[in-house]
């Protein structure tokens, strides 16, 4: 009897067919770039309101990730695929035609739940279509790809479509892949789900949201605002509101999030969780300062500075296939990810170097850094959904996610707080205020000075920032090679389920 049957072309159509959502929940992360002063125009929102409007969407969606993986491996992750579909095709239409801000607000959180339906359930559907060790591996890189891909794209196409059409059609570019997801899903996409799902915490449920939301909140606003009180004590919060979910999973009856799985082999699954945690944070890192530096210090308009933005990515769907082959050829896992980890370490090297006018030298250390986060994260998430129990696919995924989520917001909070307190001590004490606390600041301070004086104090802010992002630079270079050893020696052995169970077969049968 054949365990791990091949996938045909059906589950590759239905591959593509859930790239779909992803592509667009990814992109919605970033697709108000160019939309919001339209809507500042149109909706004249408050400063508050105008922040909630951009935010409301990563909150939600981090919040309900772990929830909605569980649900969906206790009720069908097809099923909750396809409610996320219309909810998040739904919440677009309203979202493009909101006439008030508090509209807006309401539907971009709607967005966010139908997000968090998503991920986790095209994550999970894939471990469950694709049997073989080989293929998951590939489909597991093309999600990878697509979900990196989307970020970048979302901030080129907000700006074409702003450009053309009104702003609302930013969100109603999500009807057509919806329905086309809602009428092909049911035909092409089986439904898989936790045939012994137990009952269902629900003091989990706001538990995981009062750790994640304070968490994410405060490290966010740390690199803008500096680390102030208001900022520390919503860690805090969210670290105690974590501590007591996690005693909450150890000591329930049933849990919304298994202690099994980080047990026994779920120790690689813990290691992948925690690796890629470390990828997220440096990648999201790196990015705070690319997309200022391309704006601020190059002097590019938004657009120009999105669609160089896209130029590493090209390089992303060459890095996944070839880390797939070299696992497939016998490669271990822990050194490819270790690969991957110094790969990266090497892109930042390369930011590390740069000058104030090093448009190449940036865009070619962003492309490095990036295919070796794509390697490290298309591998750890197959190693982690292999490692899974597949009736727990839906939980691992949202693990993965959440931590994807964690990763970004402390590589925001520590690289962003590292360069931010380098350009501050660098700037001269006579500069104006603003200008000393921020490089967008110092920008806007020099429009309003004599042309010689602007261009002094932008001369000034522009090298301080860049010996600020040299600083974080060469930290997340050592944080990168750091993960690289731990790799090296924490998956070192490390098989997926699929794979122990055929080398505990062959030993057994004496092949």
Request: hydrophobic share 50%; net charge neutral.
């Amino acid at each position: 009897m054949q365990m791990n049957p091949r996938a045909t072309r059906r589950e590759w159509a239905a591959l593509a067919v859930l790239m779909l959502p992803l592509l667009l929940v990814s992109m919605d992360v970033s697709v108000l770039y160019f939309a919001i002063p339209e809507i500042s125009a149109d909706l004249a929102p408050s400063g508050t309101q105008q922040l909630w409007i951009f935010d409301m969407y990563a909150f939600v969606l981090a919040g309900l990730l772990m929830t909605m993986g569980a649900v969906g491996d206790r009720i069908g992750r097809r099923r909750l695929l396809l409610f996320g579909a219309a909810a998040f095709g739904a919440a677009s239409l309203a979202a493009a035609y909101a006439n008030s801000a508090e509209t807006l607000i309401a539907a971009r959180a709607v967005l966010g739940i139908g997000g968090a339906t998503l991920m986790p359930s095209t994550l999970a559907i894939v471990r469950d279509l694709f049997r073989d060790e080989g293929q998951r591996a590939k489909a597991i890189g093309i999600w990878q790809g697509v979900l990196v891909a989307g970020v970048a794209l979302g901030s080129v196409l907000s700006g074409v479509l702003v450009e053309y059409f009104w702003w609302g059609s930013v969100f109603l570019v999500n009807l057509p892949a919806m329905a086309l997801l809602l009428v092909l899903a049911p035909h092409l996409i089986p439904e898989s789900r936790d045939p012994r799902p137990g009952r269902f915490d629900l003091l989990s449920v706001p538990l995981s949201m009062a750790a994640v939301l304070p968490l994410v909140w405060g490290l966010k606003e740390m690199p803008a605002e500096g680390v102030e009180l208001p900022y520390v004590a919503s860690v805090a919060v969210g670290l105690s509101f974590a501590a007591l979910f996690v005693h909450r999973q150890r000591t329930a009856a049933s849990p919304m999030i298994s202690p099994d799985l980080f047990r026994g082999r779920g120790r690689a699954f813990g290691a992948a969780i925690s690796l890629n945690l470390i990828s997220s944070l440096t990648m999201m890192g790196s990015a705070y300062f690319t997309t200022q530096y391309l704006q601020s210090v190059l002097g590019k308009s938004a657009m120009e500075a999105a669609l160089w933005a896209l130029l590493p990515s090209v390089l992303i769907g060459f890095a996944a296939p070839v880390a797939t082959v070299l696992v497939q050829r016998g490669m271990d896992r822990a050194h490819v990810v270790a690969t991957g980890f110094a790969v990266s370490a090497c892109g930042y090297g390369l930011l590390a170097l740069t000058g104030t006018s090093s448009l190449r030298l940036v865009l070619a250390g962003a492309g490095v850094l990036a295919c070796g986060a794509v390697i490290v994260g298309s591998q750890l998430t197959d190693l982690a959904l292999g490692t899974a129990p597949p009736e727990k696919a839906g939980t691992a995924s949202s693990l993965l996610e959440t931590g994807q989520e964690f990763g970004g917001a402390m590589g925001m909070a520590l690289l962003g707080s590292i360069g931010n307190t380098v350009y501050r001590s660098h700037m001269p004490e006579t500069s104006p205020a603003e200008a000393r606390e921020t490089l967008t600041g110092a920008v806007a301070t020099a429009s309003h000075l004599p042309t010689r004086t602007g261009d002094a104090l932008l001369a000034s802010a522009r090298e301080a920032f860049t010996t600020g992002m040299h600083v974080a630079a060469v930290t997340g270079a050592v944080l990168l090679l750091t993960a690289a050893g731990v790799a090296a020696v924490a998956l070192k052995g490390v098989h997926t389920r699929q794979n122990a169970e055929q080398a505990e077969h062959s030993s057994l049968s004496g092949v």
